[in-house]
């Protein structure tokens, strides 16, 4: 069975559209591992010089890149569920890998995968390694912000703790340098635009105008943030929400989630335009191309009752620390932990995928 079979598996049929497996550069002898695969040329790079698209795995090797080369590895991994280092050993084994150490699930020496010649094979994991964990509103969604953040931010941190990276929906216009300093602080994070300003102005001071300050009585309901505004305006939010993550984290930023679920033609247009790569929604956006990753469970932790964990699985910031000031702290580690032993069963699928590969090649391991 050839690695992309054992892929496929484990994405299952949720699976947005993106290539299985991708291999950068000529000089790789990539095909007997993983079987068919597309090798990109660098004029297939974007304007950037990453490669676009969403991948399953991509193969490369760092030697082709001039340093510094974590940024280029970031940016893949930000589109892939794994990344596959192939390089000489004499080279990978003088490469510091600083904070990208805690990515690497396999390391395998002496394989002659670079042009014959024994190299070594890190097998690196992605931003889209599933089941994806979507985590909406920060600082909030409508309801106003807490004078106290620190019980949202003992959430987050809980979240950033298990060992799995999750997708934060981030409200850019809201942030203050305060939550900027604390959402540097979180290891695993990955930023996902979450509107502009998530409509907050106005949705909040209808709540606080209503005495429903935490939305209990459905004061409002589900909108779209962009409803009615120009084209030229949801580019230039839109825009500016990408820019200010990217300002904030130091990397790109390409994932979004539209408010409550909804976006309209100009907001998919504007996506597209952007260079946005994919999107987090339980509907379409209507004239949006690019990927999109439905939930298969999408509430409370609390509301979880098993069940298969494919595609994105979505709880909300807000909502968990609403059912730890109701006294339940455990429904959030159970979900986690669940979460964890699926992230788990899938990296030692893949390993020993990829070893049994290596072992039945010419030369073996």
Known sequence: MHVTSRVGKLFGSSRPQREAVVVFGQELDARSLFGPTRTIAAGELDVDGHLPGLHDI?????????EPFDPWLRAVLSRAKYAVVVDPSEAASSKPLGPLADRVILEIKDVPLLAGRPSQLTLFKGDLAEPLLRVDDYPTGVRPIAADLGPLH???RRIDAAGIRFHLGIVPALLTSDMQQFLRSLRRLVPVVHGYDHAYPEKSALLIARGDPGNARRTVGAF???AGQPRSEILR?????RSTLEDLFGTAVTGYIPPCNLGDRA????LVALGYSHYFSERRIPACSLPHFASSFYGRSSEFGGGPLTGAVSLHATWEVDLETRGDRTSLGRFLERLSAEHSLQDRA???ELEDRLR???GGI
């Open 224 to 226: 779209n943030e962009f």
């Open 58 to 66: 991509v193969v490369f090797s760092s030697v082709r890149f001039r």
């Open 237 to 241: 939010k839109l825009r500016i929400a």
């Open 267 to 270: 907001t998919g247009q504007a």
């Open 154 to 156: 003992d959430v987050l």
């Open 360 to 362: 039945s090649r010419p």
């Open 350 to 352: 893949l390993t020993r």
